[in-house]
Structures are given as structure tokens and as C-alpha cells.
Nanobody
Framework: QVQLVESGGGLVQPGGSLRLSCAAS????????MGWFRQAPGKEREFVAT????????SYARFVQGRFTISRDNAKSTVYLQMNGLKSEDTAVYYC??????????????????WGQGTQVTVSS
């Protein structure tokens, strides 16, 4: 069973940067796709970014393109989300997720079968 633990959230001013990390344990990390999602208060969980098991393919939500970068280090079983140019509307709980049955990028929440506990990102002056 795959377990995921996020870290790196916090309070940042508009225009600032944060890097989220998600450490995985269990399973063969390099064989499955990873994704980042977020959920703001009163809103549904939404897709942010995904990366294939080999790290050769990535995909982003339109609202983060050019600002966020997803990456992974398979030797460390860790996926990252570098967030630059943060805006107040990026405030949310950010979750990492694993699709342990597929190595290709996935954008639907229903594609993922393992989730972390979430880390809060607050963008405010």
C-alpha cells in the first residue's frame, strides 16, 4: 500500500514562491503517475499538475501554466511542485496523489488511488 506525505506548505506573500514535496513509501515509485491537486474552502478538489512515472511527460492546469513546475526524483521516491508567482487565488490545501496502476499522466481525481493528507498554502499580504 502506497503512503504519501506532503510538506512545504505555508504562508507566502503574493508573487512569492514555495516548493511542495511529497514523499512516497510502498510500491515501485517509478512505475506510477503522480499528481498534485488542490482544494479551496467551499470548492471542489481540482487538478493542478501531473507527471508520468518516467518523468518524461507532464501536464498542467491552464491556470498554473508558466508558474508551477512538477518534477520527481525516483531515487528518492519524491515528487515536487515548484510554485512561483503565487496569487491569492492559489490559496488552498494541496494534495499529492498516486495512480499506482498506471504510469502515464492522469488529470482526473478518480484516476488516483492513493492520497496524501494535504498541506496548506496561503497566499496573503
Amino acid at each position: 500500500q502506497v503512503q504519501l506525505v506532503e510538506s512545504g506548505g505555508g504562508l507566502v506573500q503574493p508573487g512569492g514562491s514555495l516548493r511542495l514535496s511529497c514523499a512516497a513509501s510502498g510500491g515501485t515509485f517509478s512505475s506510477y503517475a503522480m499528481g498534485w491537486f488542490r482544494q479551496a474552502p467551499g470548492k471542489e478538489r481540482e487538478f493542478v499538475a501531473t507527471i508520468s512515472g518516467s518523468a518524461m511527460t507532464t501536464s498542467y492546469a491552464r491556470f498554473v501554466q508558466g508558474r508551477f513546475t512538477i518534477s520527481r526524483d525516483n531515487a528518492k521516491s519524491t515528487v515536487y511542485l515548484q510554485m512561483n508567482g503565487l496569487k491569492s487565488e492559489d490559496t488552498a490545501v494541496y494534495y499529492c496523489a498516486a495512480d499506482t496502476e498506471n504510469t502515464n499522466v492522469q488529470i482526473a481525481t478518480t484516476d488516483y488511488d492513493a492520497w496524501g493528507q494535504g498541506t496548506q498554502v496561503t497566499v496573503s499580504s
